[in-house]
């Protein structure tokens, strides 16, 4: 109806522009007034092109990822797609070529970098629980490093609080991840017309990129990557708190001291605990006898119902990446909490390979090598507080 509606009055401007041809205007008149019509034309059939483009690609996704591939002309198409495998199995380019008129490496097939994104960020893992913001390069951020200040005035008072919000900056400077697989061409050539072997080859990077990224982002110190993790850089002393020598001399109390070490408008929405499978053993552990524990799941206190969610009723996230070295000092937390809105993953936009059918071909290996670029930092160093040990389990 609304298309029909424009069209109408397209054609409506139109019967109008012939009338001002034929009248007794002074030309600077007529030109103004086409002018006029003219500008408004092309926003009726910009209009009638969002129509229709909107048609065509149906209703919005509110989940699609915050990163935009790099996309390089027909590298959504099937085609590209059945091209980019069979050229990885017979290192003939030439078709792969014709579709994509891209001068630079072998573009990624579109629908192959949307799965990456889906399994690098599952929600259940950790990286999927932080925000990842888009970037074009290096920059200096203007970041929300404390909550504004807020204050109540008299009539006429003047304001005199400060908003420390945006008073500090980061330099995001993107690292390069570089995830290199070795295939033989024989595995290539079967996963040619076969989108489970494309997926497994896929998978593989999918998963040792995961574990690097992770292990940068808790840990951080990883060559290469940027200084601090989340085990280091969130919270200060006054945030640490002493678990003991182990895990096994872990109590309540010092869970309970964690947690409200963080101040409580931040004990909301995406606050989590983030701790490894030794840690959430020692913890399931913790008894108020010799038989009853506190982490019961049945009034009884047993645990054949099997076990919670949630530690101190806050969801948690399991990871194998908390540093276990370099522990003696208690300055690394193996223990956290925080809000995870007030970290951030960028990532530089796009992921590209490059495919090298060259160096091991005489043993019928093909190399390939995906890239992307990534930083992180904490915004907010109140929203987050750890427990720490003197000892590796």
């Known amino acids: ?91 003939d380019d030439r078709e792969v070529r014709a579709i994509s008129t ?30 990842r913001i888009a970037v074009d390069g290096d920059k200096k951020i203007p970041i929300g490093n404390a909550l504004p200040t807020s204050e109540f005035l008299d009539e006429a008072d003047a304001s005199t609080s400060s908003d420390p919000t945006f008073s500090a900056q980061i330099t995001v400077d993107p690292k390069t991840v570089r995830c290199h697989t070795r295939a033989s061409v024989e595995s290539l050539r079967d996963a040619v017309g076969n989108p489970g072997m494309q997926g497994y080859i896929m998978g593989q ?13 808790v840990q951080g110190g990883v060559t290469k990557a940027w200084t601090n993790g989340l085990m280091i850089a969130p919270h200060t002393s006054s945030q640490k708190i002493t678990g003991g020598a182990k895990y096994t001399n872990i109590t309540g109390d010092n869970l309970i001291d964690m947690v409200h070490a963080v101040k409580p408008q931040y004990r909301t929405g995406n606050f989590l605990i983030v701790l490894d499978d030794d840690a959430l053993k020692s913890i399931r552990k913790i008894k108020v006898n010799t038989t009853d524990y506190v982490w019961k799941v ?11 969610g949630t530690i101190y009723g806050i969801p948690y996230v399991v990871t194998q990446q908390i540093d276990q070295s370099a522990i003696a000092t208690g300055n690394k937390s193996r223990i956290l909490c925080g809000n995870f809105d007030y970290c951030k993953l960028f990532e530089r936009q796009g992921m590209e390979m490059l495919v090298d059918p060259y160096s091991s071909g005489g043993n019928l290996q093909v190399n390939l090598y995906t890239f992307a670029r990534y930083d992180f930092h904490v915004t907010a160093a109140e929203a987050f507080a750890g427990i720490t040990f003197t000892a590796a389990e």
């Open 205 to 217: 990077q999918v998963n040792s990129m995961q574990i690097l990224l992770e292990k940068a982002v």
């Open 298 to 308: 049945s009034e009884t206190g047993g645990i054949k119902d099997g076990i919670p």
């Open 102 to 131: 891209g001068t630079t490496n072998i573009g990624l097939p579109a629908d192959m970098y949307r799965t990456i994104i889906e399994k690098l960020y599952a929600p259940t893992t950790l990286l999927g629980r932080i925000q």
């Open 1 to 91: 109806m609304q298309a029909a509606a424009i069209s109408g009055e397209l054609n409506a401007l139109n019967n109008e522009e012939r009338k001002v041809a034929g009248s007794g205007w002074s030309v600077g008149e007529r030109e103004e007034r086409l002018d006029r019509i003219d500008v408004r034309m092309r926003e009726l059939n910009t209009m009638v092109l969002d129509l229709a483009a909107a048609k065509v690609a149906g209703p919005a996704v509110r989940s699609a990822p915050p990163a935009v591939a790099v996309t390089r002309d027909n590298s959504d198409s099937p085609e590209y797609r059945a091209a980019f495998w069979r050229y990885l199995g017979t290192r």
